[in-house]
């Protein structure tokens, strides 16, 4: 934990192969039906499309930088794209 800013991290022994590996065949964002983040769901939509309004309420100014950390398959950036968010995504 940094002492300056509070931020924590955990190193791991797993190399770059064993998170491709993960990720290609163990994904939770693999099966549509379960996933969440991308929306595909209207279950899911809905949560993003809720959770993207009150961010609009919070935050009016559409300038704002704004940053989804661990953003599944980006659901919620083209739901606050959709408010008129700027957002950039990489």
Known sequence: VCEACGFAFADTAA????YDRFYEHDSKYADAKTSTGAGVA???AGRLRDLAAQIAEF???????????GCAGGGLLRELI?????????
């Open 15 to 18: 190399t770059q192969a064993d």
């Open 42 to 44: 209207e279950w899911d």
């Open 82 to 90: 959709s408010r008129g968010f700027r957002c950039s995504v990489g």
């Open 59 to 69: 935050e009016p100014r559409r300038d704002a930088r704004l940053v989804d950390v």
